[in-house]
Nanobody, 124 residues
């Protein structure tokens, strides 16, 4: 059984940093793409960053480029999201997703497994 468990979300002030972690169990990991999505109340789940399998090519939405960094540790079977210079508009529940493909997709429907989410709240 595949399980994804996120951690690291908490209330912070604007300008602070956070590091989200997502551990994966029950599935080989290195060939598959991973992504971080976020969902605010009343909004759809949307991609923030993704990292491909095998090559580790990364993808970011424009609003987080230069502030967020996605990385993966295939030995630890984990993916991370380093978030710097946080803004109030980054407030959301953050989810990690695993897609059984080497390639990142920006569509939430393309992901096969999800974690339960971790809440990030940024106060201005």
């Amino acid at each position: 059984q595949v399980q994804l468990v996120e951690s690291g979300g908490e209330p912070v002030q604007a300008g602070d940093s956070l590091r989200l972690s997502c551990s994966v169990s029950g599935r080989s990991f290195s060939d598959y793409s991973m992504a971080w999505f976020r969902q605010a109340p009343g909004q759809e789940r949307s991609i923030v960053a993704g990292i491909s399998g095998t090559t580790g090519t990364t993808y970011y939405i424009d609003s987080v480029k230069g502030r967020f960094t996605i990385s993966r540790d295939n030995a630890k079977i984990a993916v991370y999201l380093q978030m710097n210079t946080l803004k109030s508009e980054d407030t959301a529940t953050y989810y990690c997703g695993l897609r059984e493909s080497r390639f990142v997709s920006t569509a939430a429907s393309a992901y096969d497994y999800w974690g339960q989410g971790t809440q990030v709240t940024v106060s201005s």
